[in-house]
């Protein structure tokens, strides 16, 4: 039953291992509790030194629940290598996902975390469910083609580009079925259509918050939020803009680079058209149209400056400003800390001005939305605000949104690190009104966290997140006193951010890899490089325990 090879190698650049990797009957010889079980499709990690046994330790918490499966039962393995920082060895992620006939079943996975340590490779980490399902039904008797049809009737998408197509099996009004779930880019709603009756469900995914010739700008924020009195406006480079020259004749898109910098072509002068959409944002204006500047540029002896809401700035230029150089920002900061996929290289849909809510922002379907002035609130597009809510993408583009609460969390924690202070909304309902803060007291209550159930515990996820933001500003406090602030910042970021990579699945979870990735010998029973510093950040939230 196990003739199948354990790995099917796909990175090309390192040379064939069959010489080195166990067959799937090599293996169960040396872990019989697996011989009943097909592990299929391993993408085995890159690098070189990655040693077979690290692979069948992995497996081990399989083998602790073989009494609760049987031969049908596979196993889609993936893994994800972070390369080793500063301060961080390498680490390996291999996620098990139980499948039934090729469809993997949600929330049935073994995530595991293994670490380059002195002595090589060490698995330092097991974590999951893994339970003896009931006979599901698999056909898929309704087509890809019909529910694609399907979910257009119900979900009524501005876009045919597709944010989210893929088959799960997964527990519907307390019933295992075979489902297509389908979402549309830029559409918060998600159709799920079971492949065998063709009945529908309608799910909303609603993550909120409560050297160059020219140069081109935009008057917004900075640290600031859009108000009406004492607002503060300076010049924001808008990078990545799409430039589109001689519009008229031969129309060229020549993209602005980091700094907003942009090149003419090989002559004195050139006509161009912009607006306010680039290689990775395109933004929508709910209130009014897109932003566009059109004319004649000519070389000068100094870098011409074009600007974007100079003259008579309002809220809605503002908030087309904001959320295209924001975004911008918040997306090279992780690219620049080894987070990004393919994902990130699709343009990204950004609204704003939105009139169906006030006093919030959101993520779904792959975009981001901000809403104008109202309720007593500012306008939502500004800094932290969407960094919060790409945090949000960045967790949906590595493996999906598992936990509600972590999310949440995710989303300030992004927000802080970035900015470096604790404080997420500031003045959102006037000065000193902020919407969050790392500065917290919360604890974490495990009862309160229903993780797997997309967050519907006991606690709404914004505050359950709070436990993971006050970990890590926690942290970085701690870290401060024994290191340099910019050793600490860059510390925290290397000990935070591989978690969204390896698409940890709880805020318990995420605290552990923390420490794991701070460790030397696998051990935190003696301790790891900064235990002071982890133990009291955990401490301060209610998640010591998880440690162990």
């Known amino acids: 039953d196990v003739a199948e090879p354990i790995v099917k190698r796909i990175d090309p650049k390192v040379p064939s291992t069959s010489d080195r990797i166990p067959s799937a009957v090599a293996v169960a010889k040396s872990a019989p509790a697996i011989q009943a079980h097909k592990i299929e499709s391993a993408i085995h990690p890159s690098t070189a030194e990655f040693d077979e046994a690290v692979f069948r330790k992995s497996i081990s918490m399989i083998d602790e629940r073989a009494d609760v499966l049987d031969w049908q039962t596979k196993f889609q393995t993936l893994s994800k290598t972070f390369e080793s920082g500063e301060y961080t060895s390498e680490q390996v992620y291999i996620d098990f996902v139980q499948q039934i006939d090729g469809i993997p079943v949600e929330d049935e996975v073994i995530h595991t975390m293994s670490v380059k340590l002195d002595s090589g490779y060490q698995v330092v980490l097991a974590e999951g469910r893994l339970n003896k399902l009931p006979p599901v039904d698999t056909r898929e008797l309704v087509s890809e083609g019909r529910a694609l049809k399907i979910a257009k009737e119900l979900t009524h998408p501005t876009t045919d580009r597709l944010w989210k197509n893929k088959r799960v099996i997964r527990e519907m009004d307390g019933e295992h079925r075979s489902v297509r779930e389908i979402q549309y880019r830029g559409n918060e709603k998600m159709a799920v259509v079971d492949t065998v009756t063709g009945r529908t469900w309608v799910e909303t995914e609603s993550y909120s918050l409560e ?20 607002i503060q406006l300076e ?22 680079n980091e700094d907003g910098g942009f090149d003419f072509p090989a002559a004195d002068a050139v006509d161009v058209r912009v607006s306010m959409t680039g290689k990775f944002f395109e933004i929508y204006d709910n209130a009014q149209g897109r932003m ?10 100094e870098p011409l400056n074009v600007a974007f809401n100079q003259k008579d700035p309002t809220e809605y230029n503002m908030a087309q400003v904001n959320a295209y150089h924001h975004a911008n920002l918040i997306r090279k900061f992780f690219v620049d800390n080894g987070i990004s996929n393919e994902s990130f290289n699709e343009p990204m849909p950004v609204r704003v001005n939105l009139d169906l809510d006030s006093c919030n922002a959101s993520y779904g379907g792959g975009a981001a939305n901000f809403f104008m002035a109202g309720g007593g609130c500012v306008n939502s597009a500004y800094d932290t605000v969407l960094y919060h809510e790409y945090g949000h993408f960045v ?16 989303g300030d924690v992004i927000a802080i690190l970035v900015t470096g202070q604790p404080t997420v909304g500031q003045d959102f309902k006037g000065p000193g009104t902020d919407i969050r803060s790392g500065e917290n007291s919360y604890k974490y209550v495990e009862s309160d966290d229903c993780g797997r159930c997309r967050g519907r515990g006991d606690a709404d996820p914004h505050e359950l997140g709070q436990a993971w933001a006050g970990f890590v500003w926690t942290l970085k406090k701690e870290l401060s006193k024994t290191l340099s602030e910019e050793g600490a910042s860059k510390l925290v970021k290397e000990l935070v951010l591989p978690s969204l990579k390896s698409n940890a699945r709880s805020i318990p979870q995420a605290v552990k890899e923390v420490a794991l990735r ?15 510093a982890v133990v009291a950040a955990a401490r301060a939230h209610g998640l010591e325990n998880y440690l162990k």
């Open 518 to 532: 701070d460790d030397n010998d696998g051990n935190l029973s003696n301790g790891t490089r900064h235990w002071s």
């Open 292 to 301: 566009a500047l059109g004319g004649r540029l000519e070389a000068a002896a």
């Open 395 to 410: 967790d949906d583009a590595f493996g999906g949104i598992i936990s509600s609460g972590l999310s949440e969390g995710w």
């Open 211 to 230: 050297g160059a010739r020219a140069r081109f700008l935009g008057f917004g924020t900075g640290f600031f939020a859009i108000t009406d009195e004492g």
């Open 235 to 256: 010049p924001l480079p808008l990078p990545n803009l799409a430039v589109v020259v001689n519009p008229k004749t031969k129309p060229t898109v020549i993209y602005t």
